[in-house]
């Protein structure tokens, strides 16, 4: 990974705290990439206004019981990350199947039609 390396000292209480943390959630591959994460995460919660970042991000407040249910979900295995439960969810809502068709139709057309011109 490219970047400059920083130093952190932590009490051992709080490096334990992690890698409970790390440990429980796979979408964390290891205390750098919490850490990489919850900085980015403070910062932006902070600043009010997300940081120029090349993936689309989108933060929103979860209801407690329906956050309670989806780690849940995660724990039990139905879902690898909490962020991917949220994306089904988008998907279905956003993306219903004849959408997907539809989108899948006009991209076969087009490339048809450039294979036409071949």
């Given at each position: 990974m490219d970047g400059e390396r920083i130093s952190l000292r932590l009490e051992a209480e709080d490096l334990e705290l992690i890698d409970e943390f790390v440990e429980k959630r796979p979408e964390y591959s290891n205390r750098s990439h919490?850490?990489?994460?919850?900085?980015?995460?403070?910062?932006?919660?902070?600043?009010?206004?997300?940081?120029?970042?090349?993936?689309?991000?989108?933060?929103?407040?979860?209801?407690?019981?329906?956050?309670?249910?989806?780690?849940?979900?995660?724990?039990?295995?139905?879902?690898?990350?909490?962020?991917?439960?949220?994306?089904?969810?988008?998907?279905?809502?956003?993306?219903?199947?004849e959408k997907m068709e539809d989108v899948k139709g006009k991209i076969f057309d087009e490339e048809k039609k450039i294979l036409e011109r071949m």
């Open positions: 919490l850490a990489r994460i919850a900085i980015r995460s403070f910062i932006e919660h902070d600043v009010g206004s997300p940081i120029r970042s090349s993936e689309n991000r989108v933060s929103i407040k979860v209801p407690g019981a329906i956050h309670s249910m989806i780690e849940r979900m995660v724990e039990m295995g139905y879902y690898t990350s909490f962020e991917a439960a949220v994306e089904e969810v988008l998907r279905k809502e956003f993306l219903p199947r």
